[in-house]
């Protein structure tokens, strides 16, 4: 008999608060996997569909359970995930909800189904509360460096490639997108350049960032040009509403390599000239074998190989669907500094 379920439901539009109440069991067909969730990590787009509505993402669907970040345990496999996941096995996954549209997908629930080819199976020495953070950043990072119509760098593996003579330059490096970007990058040779407040330029650096420089700093877009003199560019990453701009006028100045700045939200359409930019999907790799690459086989093994690390720390916001909310409130009013929002169930 299929166990009971209740999930943190987005009833309509706009909806506030969310509203815990039962939610259907859903089988999981062909490559999916039923896990029973311990760890829910938040992330801005949860807060920020709640209160933009259909501004954002259109094509959503009410009632719907929002949420990507999970971790938890294997309850129910699907015929063609059956060679890679067993009953029992501890995994972190990124739920689809957004884009199936269906409810048994998204994160904020006791039982989600996740697509086996988004989700890594986590050591026995990482918590489920560490591993929640993974998901959305990682797939971010990875959509942002290594699809085709954004920078296209080489794959990450683990161990890792080793350093070849080209620079990435990452903004915001300490947040969970950046601390992604930055280990998905040097896990694939390329050395890393980026930018945090100063009291995460160790955090940065333990991830494998080169050089880290106060985005605050008056001067900070004119040390980044001098420290790339010399060197060939693979492009930027800009994370963050206002990272864009700093990002293209610094790679602007550039002279060997990529001129490309992949964006995590919405480019200026004024570019310089030279610079071209484009939002990410955060999702993007899941349209081809990049998603599997990443979460079967990079993340595993770089876990047990400790080239990749999960990052920013979580701080647990709450226990139950019903800490939720609040959650994302706080997420909402701002002020964390290299840290996730996580709540266990
Ligand atoms: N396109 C997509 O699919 C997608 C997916 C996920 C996220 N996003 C977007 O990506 C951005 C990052 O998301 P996230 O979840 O990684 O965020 P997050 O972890 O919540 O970011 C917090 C970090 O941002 C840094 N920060 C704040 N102001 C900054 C500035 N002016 N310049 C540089 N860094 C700054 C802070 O670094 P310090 O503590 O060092 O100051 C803080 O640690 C958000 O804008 C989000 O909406 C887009």
């Known amino acids: ?41 938040l ?68 039982y989600v189904v996740l697509r086996g080819d988004l989700t890594a199976h986590i050591p026995d020495n990482v918590s489920y509360e560490k591993a929640a953070v993974i998901p959305l950043g990682v797939a971010t990072a990875a959509s942002g460096l290594f699809t085709d119509d954004q ?19 990452v903004w915001s490096g300490a947040s969970s997108v950046g601390s992604n970007a930055i280990q998905l990058a040097v896990a694939a040779g390329y050395h890393v350049i ?38 060939k560019s693979a492009g930027a990453y800009a994370i963050g509403f206002t990272a864009a701009k700093p990002v293209s006028d610094i790679i602007s100045q550039i002279t060997e390599g990529s001129k490309h700045v992949a964006a995590s939200n919405m480019p200026p359409s004024d570019l310089p000239e030279g610079v071209t930019s484009k939002m990410v999907f955060g999702s993007a790799l899941k349209n081809s074998p990049l998603g599997a690459h990443i979460f079967n086989d990079f993340v595993v093994k770089g876990l047990v190989n400790r080239n990749y ?33 996580v709540v266990t169930l």
């Open 1 to 41: 008999m299929a166990p009971t379920n209740r999930a943190a439901w987005t009833t309509a539009e706009k909806a506030y608060p969310l509203e815990v109440k039962e939610a259907e069991y859903t089988h999981p067909v062909d490559n999916e996997i039923v896990v029973k969730v311990h760890a829910i990590a």
């Open 194 to 231: 980026t930018t945090c407040s100063p009291k995460n330029f160790d955090f940065v650096k333990s991830l494998g960032a080169e050089y880290a420089f106060d985005y605050n700093r008056p001067t900070v877009v004119s040390d980044i040009v001098e420290i790339f003199k010399g060197k």
């Open 309 to 341: 690390r999960t990052a920013p720390e979580p701080q647990i916001v709450g226990q139950g669907l019903e800490s939720i909310q609040q959650g994302l409130d706080t997420l909402k009013a701002g002020g964390l500094s290299a840290t996730k929002l």
């Open 151 to 169: 920078l296209k760098l080489d794959l990450p593996t683990s161990p890792a490639k080793p350093t070849k003579n080209e620079w990435v330059l």
């Open 43 to 110: 992330n801005p787009v949860d807060f920020a569909r709640q209160a933009m509505g259909s501004r954002l993402f259109p094509w959503t669907k009410y009632p719907t359970v929002f949420g990507t970040d999970v971790a938890g345990e294997v309850v129910e496999i699907g015929s063609q995930a059956a060679g890679k996941y067993k009953i029992g096995d501890r995994v972190v996954g990124l739920g689809n909800g957004l884009e199936s549209n269906r409810p048994s997908d998204g994160a904020f629930q006791e």
